[in-house]
């Protein structure tokens, strides 16, 4: 089954091991209490500006609803849960 989220929904997979490697830069845990990582796999049809499948996102632990999708662990965010993408270097205005 495959899961489309509606609305300003996104379905994210969840980085489970604990390291935090955001954009190529690692993030250790002491000073990274309260955020969680993963990995965008579903946007709305409509899409969500600036967010797409594949885009590795950053969002506060707790947060948006966990759903079992095939065996598998996901989180079910809303837009505004979201608080960073990560970015390359190039992409960022000087």
């Known amino acids: ?3 489309q989220p509606l609305n300003s929904r996104v379905l994210v997979r969840k ?3 604990g390291e935090k490697k955001i954009g190529g ?3 250790p845990d002491a000073g990274n209490a309260g955020i969680s990582d ?3 796999v ?3 049809q409509d899409g969500i ?3 797409y499948p594949g885009d590795r996102v950053m969002f506060k632990t707790g ?3 966990e759903i079992l999708v095939n065996e ?8 505004d849960e979201l608080i960073a993408k990560a970015v390359e270097m190039d992409d960022i205005p000087a």
């Open 1 to 3: 089954m495959k899961l």
């Open 15 to 17: 980085n489970e091991t």
């Open 25 to 27: 830069l690692y993030i």
């Open 38 to 40: 993963g990995i965008v």
């Open 42 to 44: 579903e946007v709305p």
């Open 49 to 51: 500006k600036h967010i």
């Open 63 to 65: 947060s948006g609803d």
């Open 72 to 79: 598998e662990k996901f989180l079910l965010l809303e837009e």
